[in-house]
Structures are given as C-alpha cells and as structure tokens.
Nanobody, 116 residues
Framework: QVQLMESGGGLVQAGGSLRLSCAAS????????MGWYRQAPGKQRELVAA???????NYASSVKGRFTISRDNAENTVYLQMNSLKPEDTAVYYC??????????WGQGTQVTVSS
C-alpha cells in the first residue's frame, strides 16, 4: 500500500507561480514512477508531468518550459513547480504513483485556480 498526500494548491493570478508537493508513505520502495495529473471540469484527466525513480522526466507539451517536476528521495516527496500560470491551467491536480505489480495509487487531489 502507498499513501499520497498532496499540498500546495490555491488561487493565483495569471503569470504567477505555485508549487505542489506530494508526500509518499507506505511501501515506497515499490514505486518506480510518480506523476502529476490534472482534471478540469468537463475534461478527461491528463498527464502533466512524470518522474521515474532514475530521475527521467516527461512533460505534457502544454506545460513544457513552465512546469518542473522534481523529487526529494530523502523526504519521499515529489514537487511540481508551476510558473507562468495560465487560466487554462485551472484544474484539480492529482499525484500518482506507479507501483510494480499493482494498480497505480492516487492522492486526493488539490485545486489550482488561475484567475485572468
């Protein structure tokens, strides 16, 4: 079992920044990738960024150059630094952990609202 606890969402003006955090606990040794997804009202959940246990990263084209995913292995925490935020970034952001031999785990989600 893996537990994920997100924090850092909120309301920000366009052009501003936010940093999301996702702290993992439980069977963290089995996690091979962690990612951030988002879901806007009426839209499907989409991948925003992911980072493997080896440190390789992947980004959605819509956030490349603006968002940065990173991880602190000592703290078992993954971060999503979001800069130059746009109103279209407004969504509920979910942390996810890919675990060997198991379904992915999800956090409870954190709301990010970007006002124009």
């Amino acid at each position: 079992q893996v537990q994920l606890m997100e924090s850092g969402g909120g309301l920000v003006q366009a052009g501003g920044s936010l940093r999301l955090s996702c702290a993992a606990s439980g069977s963290i040794f089995s996690i091979y990738v962690m990612g951030w997804y988002r879901q806007a009202p009426g839209k499907q959940r989409e991948l925003v960024a992911a980072i493997t246990s080896a440190g390789s990263t992947n980004y959605a084209s819509s956030v490349k150059g603006r968002f940065t995913i990173s991880r602190d292995n000592a703290e078992n925490t993954v971060y999503l630094q979001m800069n130059s935020l746009k109103p279209e970034d407004t969504a509920v952001y979910y942390c996810s952990a890919g675990v060997s031999g198991s379904r992915p785990y999800w956090g409870q989600g954190t709301q990010v609202t970007v006002s124009s």
